[in-house]
Every structure is written in structure tokens, then in C-alpha cells.
């Protein structure tokens, strides 16, 4: 074998390294989840950390892995910085993990269903009917993420119920008209909690089949 040769497949091994250096910056469920959190929005540290249950000192550790591949960026505010997504292609890559997973592995149905709970009860609705429906204006829409999510972005005329709040927010909902609740993606629970407790009051409720990012992926408008 010619040093050219080694020179050539060293290049090659070095190249599909980099091109894996993404999938070990996502091979932890933590790192996975700030990125489906930071593509709400961003966020500070001490936020992310509230979010996913870790101290800042390991929320930190991951942001760092995040940043070293390049799939995170920040901004400084005063005291406080701020993560968000390097690009919408970082979302568009982790959606497109998550949904493989969904589709090869049995075991996520299991693993859903012990954090979601059952919910065949629970009425979906697709994006195309609830454009459909929105054109039409014969539905309540509501918005069950927190409020800087909702903050920095929502589908036209969504009403904030946000989690920590929403018993109170759903009293204050117009009497009249079905309700649409839509959260941060599939696997969302917010969105669930609020189509049951509606539901348990005798109202007509559903979920958006996903959440904000595949709206506006797909095109959808978002208010800021």
C-alpha cells in the first residue's frame, strides 16, 4: 500500500469522523432534549436546566458538547447568556432522529405511552385541517407551552394557557367553539394534560398532531 493510499483513507476515516462528531454531540437523552427545547427558543442555562431536571453544572457540560459540534450558539445579556440553535437544520436533523427512532424501534411505543399515558381517548388533528379550520374561525386555539415559548413565537390567534397556570387559563377560554391545543411536538405532554382536563368538563377538544417546530417547518405561520 502506497503512502498516497494511507494519506487517502486517513482523509476518508477523518471525514466520516467529523460527519459522526454530530451523533456523539446527540448521543445523550439530555442533549437531545435541550435541542428539542432550544428549538422553541432560546434559552438561558439556568432555564435549560429547570427544563430538563439537571443541575447547572450538568446542563452546562452538555451545552459544552453542543457547542463544540457546532449545533449551539449564544449571546450575552447583561449577566445572563443565552443558548439557541447554530441553524433550523439542527432542529430539522433532530426531528429527523427522533422519527427514525419512532419508526425502527418497538420500544418507544412503550416508552411513550409510560410518560404520555394512554391516549387513544385523546382526538388529534392534522396541520391541514387545522389551517382549514382556522380559515374557517370556528375554533378556539390555545397555545399549553410556557410562556417564552409562547413569547417567541406562535401560530396566529393560539391563546396562551401555559402549563403552571392552566386550570386558570382554561376557565378564561371563550364558551363557544371546539379547542385545539398544540404544545412543543409529538411528544409533548401539555398538550395532553389540557385535552383531558377539557374533556373531563364535557368540552370538545383535540391535539395538533405535532407541535409549533413541524408547523413552521412545513411552512406555517408563526406570530412572534
Known amino acids: 500500500m502506497t503512502t498516497s ?4 483513507r ?7 469522523d467529523g460527519f459522526a462528531s454530530i451523533a456523539r454531540a446527540l448521543a445523550s437523552g439530555r442533549r437531545a432534549e435541550i435541542v428539542d427545547l432550544l428549538s422553541q427558543g432560546e434559552r438561558t442555562v439556568e432555564q435549560i436546566a429547570t427544563e ?13 458538547a453542543l457547542a463544540r459540534a457546532q449545533l449551539v450558539t449564544t449571546r450575552r445579556a447583561g449577566t ?3 443558548y439557541r440553535l447554530a441553524s433550523p437544520k439542527v432542529a430539522d436533523a433532530w426531528a429527523a432522529l427522533r422519527d427514525l427512532a419512532t419508526e425502527q424501534l418497538e420500544e ?18 392534522t396541520r391541514e385541517e387545522l389551517l382549514a379550520r ?15 415559548e409562547y413569547a417567541a413565537g406562535h401560530l396566529p390567534g393560539a391563546i396562551s394557557t401555559p402549563p403552571d397556570r392552566l386550570e386558570v387559563a382554561l376557565d378564561e377560554l371563550p364558551d363557544e367553539g371546539d379547542v385545539v391545543a398544540y404544545c412543543r411536538g409529538p411528544y409533548c405532554v401539555y398538550a395532553d394534560d389540557a385535552v383531558r382536563t377539557l374533556q373531563a368538563r364535557g368540552r370538545q ?6 407541535g409549533l417546530p413541524e408547523w413552521r417547518r412545513h411552512g406555517g405561520t408563526v406570530e412572534p
Open 108 to 125: 418507544i411505543d412503550t416508552l411513550a405511552t409510560a410518560y404520555l399515558g394512554d391516549r387513544h381517548e385523546l382526538a388529534t388533528i
Open 52 to 64: 430538563i431536571g439537571q443541575s447547572v453544572a450538568n446542563t452546562s457540560h452538555h451545552l459544552r
Open 205 to 210: 377538544a383535540s391535539r395538533l398532531e405535532d
Open 10 to 16: 486517513q482523509a476518508k476515516d477523518a471525514l466520516y
Open 5 to 8: 493510499t494511507i494519506s487517502r
Open 134 to 148: 382556522l380559515e374557517q374561525g370556528d375554533l378556539v386555539l390555545i397555545d399549553v407551552r410556557p410562556d417564552a
Open 80 to 82: 445572563h447568556i443565552h
